[in-house]
């Protein structure tokens, strides 16, 4: 990819950060949960990190440290950008450590959804009348699954933030859509937004026309390339393509947190040599060193992303998010390995819990919205992706009247009209519950039987095909990675599923035909005694016959570090951390949808890091 300069003549009025103090000749550090090495993202109890007191003490004259910065942000997505504005703009050198190629995180490929309030000059334009009490009020409430658990310390720092944090952001650059916030989805019992007014506002990227990652349009990006922008004219620094390992602390797990261990990774493309470069190059700090260690002088802030990629600490919170799940939003751009949950906890950091999580099964898992693909959390990838080999198919928009979906063995396992309620239905989750243990095996014959979820895959013909006007072929369907299936028959096609990760489970082709003939019964019927099902339209009965992948996806994450109200990360003590901070979606204490709560907590990290005394 040609690096390119940035335009200074483009910046907005106001973008620019007062002086900074600039680092010593370069800084290094650790990166972010974005490009993590595989076999991090599937962590097994014996391969995580030694429990803090087998850790032997530190003494900062011995390590050698190899660059240093008054504040070093992990991490370049929507956190760990504000978190570096802010901390530079209150006088603070800052270094970014990011493991991907690229900078943006999650947010670079997001909807751009800011939810901000608080009274924002967005809100008064359009006659909204919103507080910073009305904002905390609203997000502590009992009556709303995603406010009920929240951590009303957390909940009031980001409240009194979050109009200037808002605000902030634009003054660097963002551009927001000029549209009426809207309020999403009720404020009731089990509802999933908290919201008495309305909030939710989007990023405007269309003025400046960068290309997505996805090939298609992300308006996520209008968050993250305008900021990263401003920082680099300002002089903050990036290392790229290397992940945090570890952070480095004073003494026996009781003294600062000093620094950060980082080792390198690179992102090659299969087929290609050279790895990936960044989309901007000024202030990149150039090495390929494998390991290096990186000192802050003032603090840390860790703003790593999402930990659900990482399969042992899911599984912590929820035993049956087995390795399958392997469609996470984000990837393959960004990854959410979990790397700044262990590297706290390693130090002695306590976690919270993202508690409407815990206690409803989650909004983490959806239905995909696009079959027969790995990746099929969101709008899918196209060719002109600048990640299209890693990605390798577009998938397919389902046709919920045309198809069943079927478990490992071929048997149905809930109702599909639930399954296609969407991520913010509730009653998915009755799917959901029964999809991820529906699976059961003795292999071995001897009566220790085995429970699985597994590979879901959805079944349909070529009528269906026909009707959809589907392309089934490779790119839009990965055949050659095990993500799609083709056969004259249905037993055929049985026999032609591979399980993947499962593979010792095989589908039964006489199971999978009873299932379909059932199914067209129920259709014949007008009924469907198994499961309810009402959109029973079209029946499976032409060759062709298609399995295509249709597993649940992951997105967002259970629990995060525990942080107070100036996001200091505590320990499992209730005692701060001196000098380490979090913001985003590794720090934990709040949920609810959109960048707000992100933004506004990376924004509070870099004030209170940059403001350490030392």
């Not at 002089?235 to 945090?244: D, E, I, T």
């Not at 913010?424 to 429970?451: C, E, H, I, W």
Request: charged share 20%; net charge negative.
């Amino acid at each position: 990819m040609a690096k390119k300069e940035i335009s200074r003549r483009d910046f907005i009025k106001g973008a620019a950060i007062g002086a900074v103090g600039v680092a010593s000749a370069g800084l290094l550090g650790a990166c972010a949960a974005s490009s993590a090495p595989d076999a991090d993202a599937q962590k097994t109890p014996e391969s995580t990190p030694q429990p803090p007191e087998a850790t032997p003490a530190v003494n900062e004259e011995e390590i050698k440290w190899d660059y240093e910065a008054d504040v070093v942000v992990i991490g370049s997505g929507g956190a760990g950008l504000p978190a570096a504005l802010k901390a530079m703009e209150d006088g603070a050198s800052v270094i970014i450590v990011e493991a991907n190629w690229d900078v943006g995180g999650h947010a670079a490929v997001s909807g751009g959804n800011l939810h901000s309030g608080c009274g924002t000059e967005i809100q008064k334009r359009y006659g909204i009348e919103d507080t910073a009490d009305q904002y905390y009020l609203d997000h502590t409430t009992g009556l709303c699954l995603a406010s009920r658990y929240d951590d009303r310390n957390y909940v009031r720092s980001v409240a009194d933030h979050m109009r200037e944090a808002y605000e902030f952001i634009q003054e660097k650059g963002v551009l927001v859509a000029d549209r009426e916030p809207t309020k999403q989805y009720a404020y009731t019992e089990g509802g999933t937004e908290p919201e008495t007014v309305p909030r939710w506002t989007y990023t405007d990227a269309t003025t400046e026309g960068w290309a997505s990652y996805t090939g298609k349009g992300n308006n996520g990006i209008g968050i993250t390339r305008p900021l990263e922008r401003t920082i680099r004219a300002n002089g903050g620094q990036f290392l790229m393509n290397y992940h945090m390992d570890k952070i480095i602390r004073e003494g026996n797990m009781s003294g600062r947190a000093l620094g950060i261990q980082a080792g390198y990774t690179p992102t090659v493309l299969p087929g290609e040599s050279a790895r990936l470069e960044s989309f901007w190059n000024e202030n990149n700090i150039e090495t390929t060193q494998p390991t290096v260690n990186v000192r802050a002088k003032k603090g840390i802030v860790v703003a790593t992303g999402g930990s659900v990629g990482n399969l042992y600490f899911r599984t912590m919170f929820d035993p049956r998010l087995g390795p399958e799940l392997d469609g996470l939003s984000g990837e393959p751009f960004s990854k959410q390995d979990a790397s700044g949950e262990l590297a706290g906890m390693a130090v002695g950091a306590s976690l919270g819990t993202l508690a409407a999580y815990m206690q409803h099964g989650g909004h983490q898992i959806t239905m995909p919205s696009l079959f027969g693909c790995q990746y099929g959390y969101g709008s899918g990838y196209t060719s002109k992706s600048p990640i299209w080999k890693l990605a390798r198919a577009s998938g397919i928009s389902p046709d919920y009247e045309s198809l069943v979906i079927v478990n490992m063995l071929g048997q149905r396992c809930g109702n599909e009209d639930k399954a296609s309620g969407g991520k913010y239905s509730y009653d998915s989750y009755d799917f959901f519950n029964t999809a991820l243990a529906s699976v059961v095996v003795d292999p071995d014959g001897d009566g220790n039987a085995q429970r699985y979820g597994g590979p879901l895959w959805a079944i349909f013909d070529q009528d269906c095909v026909d009707r959809q006007g589907y392309a089934m072929e490779q790119g839009v369907v990965d055949f050659e990675s095990g993500y799609c299936f083709k056969a004259d028959t249905l037993e055929e096609l049985a026999a032609a599923v591979v399980n993947k990760y499962y593979e010792h489970v095989k589908m039964d082709p006489q199971i999978l035909a009873d299932t379909i003939t059932r199914y067209n019964g129920y259709i014949d019927a007008g009924s469907d005694p198994e499961f309810n099902k009402t959109t029973l339209v079209n029946k499976i009965q032409k060759g062709p016959f298609y399995a295509a992948w249709a597993t649940p996806c992951l997105h967002d994450t259970y629990a995060g570090l525990r942080c107070n109200d100036k996001m200091q990360v505590m320990d499992i003590f209730g005692e701060v951390i001196p000098g380490l901070y979090a913001g985003g979606e590794c720090s934990a204490g709040m949920r609810i949808h959109g960048f707000g709560r992100v933004i506004t907590s990376g924004y509070i990290a870099g004030k209170f890091a940059a403001a350490e005394k030392v």
